[in-house]
């Protein structure tokens, strides 16, 4: 497949399954204007169907990760006339400034969504700030870890709005505990890299000039397991969090674990481990 040109993203499709999401609005801190929603949503689109993607590294160019959603293409949804530039938005036309926030918000979060719809694992290299919708992303994604110049804030609260936003309040208690994540909910205050490694919102920390080696090298051990294994083990993750009991939780990995175990990898990864050597799995 073709990989697409973006105007605000940044894709890099790599030979060997990796593949790199840049968001590429560095003069902006990243921030997520209402033209790279749509381009996230529609490469996101693309990653449901395609099988020579295995595993995504979410980045951000420059100095930060993402500010978050754009403040000056949210304030157009309360004017009365938007300006021409912003016409392609079709709800932008709308009069009726709920409607408009309706649409967008669902476009937002279809965001979230999408990154843990999608069947590869989602490694977020955290740089810089990483702020509302852009630490929205971090939490979505299946791995994080942080270069030393992150800063993690879940802002929605500091803007008018409540501080849940964007997945915010059933991602961050799964992974801090429900005490700290209510405390940095409701303040909306700005946790460092060094507070995120300590209290598990990243797997850890480390000097930002080692950011992309780091998340590069997640990356090639995932690409170490089978193609059905790794993408059945996702699915798992997200189903049994909110399994309803332990047998629930067991009777979908049997499953899962039937339907791996019947493959030629799973052969084949039986026999490498008893042969002690590298497991030469299939592609798709």
């Known amino acids: 497949m073709s990989v697409p040109e973006y105007k605000n993203l940044k894709i890099e499709e790599r ?38 993607v295995r595993v995504v590294i979410l980045t951000g160019a420059g100095r930060g990760f993402s ?14 006339n938007v300006p ?27 965001l979230i969504l999408g990154f843990r719809r999608i069947p590869q694992p989602v490694i977020a290299a955290v740089n810089g700030p990483a702020f509302g919708a ?31 936003d964007c997945g915010s309040t059933y991602l961050l208690p799964r992974l801090v505990g429900l005490s700290r994540a209510t405390e940095i909910i409701f303040t909306g205050r700005n946790v460092t890299a060094t507070e ?11 000097p930002d000039a080692q950011l992309q080696e780091t998340a590069l090298a997640i990356a090639q051990d995932l690409l170490d397991k089978s193609p059905l294994g790794l993408r059945y083990t996702k699915e798992a993750l997200n189903m049994n ?30 026999a490498a481990q ?5 497991p030469r799995y299939g592609t798709w």
Not at 29 to 49: G, H, K, M, P
Not at 196 to 206: E, N
């Open 196 to 206: 995120a490694d300590r209290i598990g919102l990243v797997s850890k920390t480390i």
């Open 274 to 278: 008893r042969e002690k050597r590298k």
């Open 15 to 52: 030979s060997d399954g990796i593949a790199i999401i840049t968001l590429n609005r560095p003069e902006r801190l990243n921030a997520l204007s209402f033209d790279l929603i749509d381009e996230l949503n529609a490469y996101l689109a693309r990653l449901q169907v395609n099988l020579d």
């Open 84 to 110: 021409e530039q912003y016409h392609h938005h079709q709800y932008l036309l709308s009069r009726d400034t709920f409607k408009r926030v309706a649409i967008i918000q669902e476009l937002l979060t279809y």
């Open 241 to 270: 969090v909110d399994a309803q009991s332990l047998e629930a939780a067991i009777k979908f990995e049997n499953r899962t674990q039937t339907l791996t175990t019947s493959t030629k990898d799973a052969a084949e990864g039986i």
């Open 67 to 80: 500010a978050g959603i754009d403040l000056n293409d949210l304030g157009q949804i309360y004017k009365e």
């Open 134 to 164: 852009g630490f929205a992303l971090a939490l979505a994604s299946d791995i994080r870890v942080a270069g030393e110049s992150a800063v993690f804030c879940n802002a929605f609260i500091k803007i008018g709005i409540s501080g849940g």
